[in-house]
């Protein structure tokens, strides 16, 4: 069974702040993303990963960037945390070039910016 | 641009019964993929059926199953036998092509519908 991992459930971060949220996966997946979830609009993509070191925006990049310096690692910063990113946060990957395949999803952070 | 339309914010259904939960899309890729999942009140999404833009049959995977009508551009999930487990958000997803005709799997999310299953 795939298995992503994020590395917090729930966090509580401050205006102003540096925040990391870290993402593992074990299945040696080739393509990682990142999403945010809010009520009445569903899931939004903010960045996602291709490769090592390759990275795109999605949707909704602004206010955030992303690293992936190892295959099995995807973390998502936010720069300058506002409290308008206080959200659920869910990390997902897949298999690469296997267009079917669903993308696999760890538990989500929530995380607060007060 | 993609976009996935889930009409249907909440939904009711007595267990045992069978339920649609409505998913419309609007794409202009020539090949597209559609997913369903379900999120529980723990968090975690599970990925539930897929159905491919070239599939012959619609797609089937134990109690659920794909009404899937391209003319129309839609895709509404079919719940047969209704569980009190099956209470939870269902979101219905797309995957297309991105402007160089490849995919690395995005998926465009609809606004979710909340399934509540009463005994």
């Known amino acids: 069974d795939v298995k992503v991992t994020q590395s917090s459930r729930y966090l509580v971060k401050r205006t102003g702040e540096k925040v990391f949220l870290e993402c593992v996966q074990d299945m040696d997946h080739e393509n990682m993303f990142w999403y945010r979830q809010d009520p009445g609009l569903g899931l939004r993509l903010i960045y996602f990963?291709?490769?090592?070191?390759?990275?795109e925006k999605g949707d909704i990049p602004e206010g955030y960037s992303v690293s992936r310096e190892k295959k099995e690692r995807f973390s998502l910063i936010l720069e300058s945390a506002s409290t308008n990113q206080t959200s659920m946060y869910l990390c997902a990957s897949k298999r690469g070039g296997i267009y079917n395949q669903p993308q696999h999803f760890g538990d989500g952070t929530r995380l607060s910016i007060l | 641009a993609q976009k996935i339309t889930q009409t249907q914010p909440g939904m009711f259904v007595q267990e045992k019964e069978a339920v649609t939960l409505d998913c419309t899309y609007d794409t202009s890729d020539p090949s597209y993929g559609l997913f369903w999942y379900k999120q529980p009140s723990s968090g975690e999404m599970i990925f539930l059926i897929y159905?491919?833009?070239?599939?012959?049959q619609n797609a089937t995977e134990g109690r659920y199953s794909l009404n899937f009508q391209k003319a129309r551009k839609s895709a509404n999930l079919v719940i047969s036998a209704s569980q009190l487990g099956d209470s939870a958000m269902y979101f219905c997803a797309m995957r297309g092509l991105n402007a160089g005709g490849t995919s690395y799997g995005k998926l465009t999310f609809g606004q979710g519908t909340i399934l509540t299953v009463h005994p």
């Open positions: 159905q491919g833009s070239y599939d012959q």
């Open positions: 990963s291709y490769d090592v070191k390759m990275k």
